[in-house]
């Protein structure tokens, strides 16, 4: 059985979505006040820079890979009435969808799996992905699966965490690896899926291997921007 | 009649003439924001906190949802709070122009292509941006779970959907009878729900068929509204919709919360009552608070009958 990474842990594949699955059904119902807490509300930051970079237009159909609550389908939303979103997590797609729905935006929501989107190809001129890449088991098959459905002029963005500058490494790891799990434990009661969420982020591609992955899949004209030091990484492409 | 005269005439025909028009074309939500087709008394309504000692002479006769027998069961009447527009988090201002300095940053010290240099200027900027970050938004960000804390614990014991009730639309028993005695919190007297009803399924539901009848009544899509209204609303409603002269318009549904009020059976059709509490804009108009309740039926002789908007009744 092919090994993969689940944080530190390594795992069999068949393993790694329903342990992901449980972290994230674990963290569903304090997701949004652990995200500010965590990033010090800076996520709200970065996924306005990537809504703002999307240049979306009125009648834009856009797809928006694991959701989770929703933030950024609900930007979208605002700007065109073709917004998809989808999480393999229904506890975390239920949350989205009804966070839509409260604020007026009933969109639609599909659990399905972002590595077999069930969508036709060249269906969608944009997709996104925000913080969701890395806990997919065969992130290539994931981006592939992102550029098939992509129709021609379409981009895609990856907005995930990725690696910090350098001389502020050991302050990040310290926070990260020693005071996000107390956090989590404190805040959500669950250590475990903060001790993941650091790891996990130790595990993900650097901004160039995502870079070259993109390009391999099929994106022309991959660039990335570096977010706070690089913390967070915003990468896009396009098909031409 | 010189030609001053006459030109002052024209100008106030044309004047009157665009004021008439706009009124014509204003936007105005379903039913107009007026009470339109089946209406209940709300105060038999089983939705009720448990009955407190009232004392007779604190009761308001006229008031809807006070009782004027303190042993009958009251409606929960919801606090509006005056202000339209929902509360932003006052921290967020500063937190933001703080992060917008670390993002500013990290983009002018990091730019495009992945390089974080920028010398030793750049870094120690980042160093001091990035610490100062954490620190004032942890403090910031405790401060907010900590005064939250009520309000999410309310948020647990409701039901699915209900999860994010806007602060305007929390229920204060208390204010609501205006005794003045310190009154415990009520507990709500739950509804007599039919075994099987899925309650957060409903109110998923009858907010998705609030949001898609006032983008539909938008429209002056008849045939949306026809689907999801008995003939004798839809009559209303299309009657309304002929009087705007079919013309399209725009009421934007900025938030919406709904909760189960009563549900009854009575002559075979089964009659529920939702009580909603939305934010709405009409014409790009400022925000304005909604509290009404819909009325919808469905035929329980019928295998193939649905949830029917009957009526709209506004809350005073």
Known sequence: MTKTHFGFTQVDESEKAGRVGAVFTSVADRYDVMNDLMSAGLHRLWKRFTVDLARVKKGDRVLDLASGSGDLAMAFSQLTPNVVMTDINAAMLARGRDRMLDRGHPIPAVQCDAEKLPFADQSFDLVTVAFGLRNMTHKENALAEMYRVLAPGGRAIVLEFSQIWEPLKPVYDAYSLHVLPRMGQWVAGDAESYRYLAESIRMHPDQDTLKKMMQDVGFFSVNFHNLSAGIVALHMGYRY | ?316
Request: aromatic fraction near 8%; hydrophobic fraction near 45%.
């Open chain 2, 1 to 316: 009649m010189n030609i001053f005269s006459r030109f002052s005439v024209l100008i106030l025909i044309v004047l009157s003439l665009s004021f008439s028009i706009q009124d014509a074309f204003a936007a105005k939500r379903l039913g107009g924001g007026g009470s339109v087709g089946r209406q209940r008394d709300t105060q038999t309504m089983q939705r009720a906190p448990t009955p407190a000692p009232v004392a007779p002479g604190a009761a308001r006769p006229n008031a809807p949802g006070v009782p004027g027998n303190a042993a009958a069961p009251a409606p929960v009447r919801p606090q509006v709070a005056p202000a339209p527009v929902p509360q932003r988090n006052s921290w967020m201002g500063p937190l933001a122009g703080f992060a917008g300095g670390a993002l500013l940053g990290g983009l002018l010290f990091g730019g495009h292509g992945g390089g974080f240099g920028g010398g030793d200027l750049g870094g120690g900027l980042m160093s001091i941006l990035f610490m100062g970050l954490l620190v004032a938004g942890f403090v910031f960000l405790v401060r907010r779970f900590l005064f939250s804390n009520a309000p999410q614990q309310y948020a647990e014991a409701a039901p699915a959907g209900w999860a994010e009730v806007p602060p305007q639309t929390q229920y204060s028993p208390q204010g609501s009878y205006g005794t003045g005695s310190a009154q415990p919190a009520m507990e709500q007297a739950p509804l007599n729900l039919p075994p099987g009803f899925d309650l957060p399924g409903f109110i998923r539901e009858a907010k998705l068929a609030y949001v898609r009848l006032q983008a539909a009544n938008d429209a002056a899509d008849l045939n949306d509204l026809r689907l999801f209204t008995t003939p004798q609303m839809y009559a209303e409603i299309s009657i309304a919709i002929q009087e705007r002269g079919g013309v399209q318009q725009r009421v934007e549904v900025l938030t919406v919360d709904a909760q189960l009020l009563d549900l009854i059976i009575e002559n075979n059709e089964a009659i529920a009552s939702v009580q909603y509490h939305a934010t709405i804009r009409e014409d790009q108009g400022a925000p304005e608070l909604v509290n009404e309740i819909w009325h919808v039926r469905k035929l329980l002789n019928d295998p193939h009958s649905s949830w029917l908007l009957a009526g709209i009744q506004q809350v005073a």
